[in-house]
């Protein structure tokens, strides 16, 4: 007896610790673990009402009807489901389950800090939803198997039995086998280890991912990007919304004073629940932009699309507080957000289509040196072969922006600015550069340039005229205003300037 209780103990001994593991590397293990991957992808959504109205009357009838199941390849992340899931395997005292997930160790620290009536912060939050994100993903691959395994099986079982009639009719003589009829009796009667299939609705399309994952109840609008920072990237935000949010309200008014009375005879903390409700659906819209710009350049927060499903007014007929209406209404507002989704990876598979074909010209850039002094288009061109004398070791330089442009400007003078258009732009380059092709500038080198300065579009008499009276009276002398007068400006068309 002893040695057998002896083996009984050693066995219970090495189950337990077979059961229990304990890994002391979880967090880098969760952080680094692939969620995505190239034979198994899922797109995550994450749905939130637009008012705290939207809120109650909307999202509880979708959770009814995402856990009914009615798709098999959308699977429902609750608040409530995931603080369930804390208390259970975050708690060291309780008994766990024998299959324990892999890293479960990190619902601990969240149940240390719901104990104490603290928030779970976004980065702890996160890891969470990633943990309860891969085991929908081993469940998942874990059905596909068996449902794998199921068809080859019975593809294995039709074979051979076909085979052996066929050998038995060949003994025999005989020609083929005629079709034998099951002699199984045909009943409408269930036996006890029957199971009822649920009916599913199978509308995914083809090309898309293999699962479909939904988060419900989360306001949080960094928790977007700290999942984005840990390989979990969100496709879509879905913003649930009424068509009439005054008929709502109508049909709450007659009830909200009587239950507000309940429930502050009942608990009085329950009175200070939709204001804080309110303001966190508030802070969520109002941050999420921000949230979604605020990623590095490579970062797929900018692939993030927000979407609004709007609950039509058939809807509002319905009792929420009835099971059937509920689940009628909930029905309606998840085929709604699932063909919202469907039409979102159609989107993205057009415009990762035209990014891919999508061909791309590098123009030189014109680059301006702003050391020099700008003053006319021929002085420029001196002030660069000043600097920069042709010789075997310059490098060509950068396409210079003194172009000819005066035919350009005339053009576009002649219109105004609020009707100018890109087609009108357009035409006046292309003019320009007619112009420009048949004279060039050399050509124009006989023209006396006399005449060039004179009617040259950087001169404007009256912008002369300002200038000069505004920068004359800072000269103490009349002989360095005479001076200026005499060598800085070539022509006046205004004797009065010179008084």
């Not at 980065?123 to 080859?152: G, H, N, P, S, W």
């Not at 063909?339 to 979102?344: G, V």
Request: hydrophobic letters at 35%; one cysteine or more; a negative charge.
């Amino acid at each position: 007896m002893s040695p057998a209780g002896a083996k009984k103990g050693s066995a219970k001994k090495s189950n337990n610790a077979v059961v229990q593991p304990f890994n002391k590397n979880w967090e880098a293990g969760l952080v680094k673990a692939t969620f995505d991957e190239d034979s198994w992808q899922a797109c995550v959504s994450v749905v939130v009402g637009d008012s705290p109205q939207e809120e109650e009357n909307f999202i509880q009838p979708l959770v009814l009807a995402l856990q009914k199941p009615q798709r098999k390849l959308f699977t429902l992340i609750t608040w409530d489901s995931t603080l369930a899931k804390i208390h259970v395997l975050g708690n060291p005292k309780t008994k766990k389950p024998d299959d324990l997930p892999m890293f479960y160790e990190v619902t601990e620290p969240a149940k240390v800090l719901l104990d104490a009536r603290e928030e779970i912060p976004c980065d702890l939050l996160a890891k969470i939803l990633k943990f309860e994100l891969l085991q929908v993903k081993t469940y998942d691959q874990q059905r596909r198997e068996a449902e794998q395994l199921k068809c080859e099986g019975q593809a294995g079982k039709v074979l051979p039995c076909s085979d052996s009639k066929a050998k038995i009719s060949d003994k025999k003589g005989k020609g083929p086998p005629a079709l034998e009829y099951s002699k199984e009796k045909k009943t409408k009667l269930k036996r006890r280890d029957d199971v009822e299939l649920p009916i599913y609705i199978d509308d995914e399309p083809d090309g898309g991912p293999q699962h479909y994952i939904l988060f419900v109840g989360f306001h949080q609008p960094h928790l977007i990007g700290q999942l984005d920072a840990i390989g979990v990237h969100i496709a879509n935000v879905i913003k649930l919304r009424s068509e009439h949010k005054e008929s709502l309200a109508e049909q709450e008014e007659p009830n909200s004073q009587e239950e507000a009375e309940q429930g502050l005879q009942t608990s009085p903390v329950l009175a200070a629940e939709s204001p804080v409700n309110a303001t966190k659906l508030d802070l969520f819209w109002s941050h999420l932009r921000s949230v979604l710009d605020c990623g590095p350049p490579d970062s797929q927060l900018h692939d993030v699309i927000q979407l609004s499903y709007t609950v039509p007014d058939l809807t509002l007929p319905f009792q929420t507080q009835d099971p059937q209406s509920a689940l009628l209404l909930g029905s309606r507002i998840f085929d709604g957000v699932a063909n919202l989704i469907y039409d979102s990876l159609e989107w993205r598979q057009q415009y990762q289509h035209y990014r891919d074909n999508v061909q791309l010209i590098s123009i030189p850039t014109a680059v301006t040196q702003d050391s020099q002094p700008v003053e006319t288009p021929h002085a420029k061109r001196r002030s660069v072969r000043e600097q920069c004398p042709p010789g075997p070791e310059t490098k060509p330089t950068p396409l210079s922006v003194n172009v000819d442009m005066c035919y350009y400007s005339s053009l576009l003078d002649l219109v105004p600015h609020e009707a100018c258009s890109v087609p009108l732009i357009l035409h006046c380059m292309l003019e320009q550069v007619v112009i420009s092709t048949e004279q060039p500038l050399p050509a124009l080198s006989h023209i006396p340039e006399e005449q060039k300065r004179d009617s040259g579009p950087w001169l404007d008499c009256d912008l002369v005229s300002y200038m000069l009276q505004s920068f004359l009276p800072l000269l103490h002398t009349e002989e360095d205003r005479h001076r200026l007068l005499n060598q800085t400006l070539t022509t006046l068309q205004k004797e009065e300037d010179r008084k």
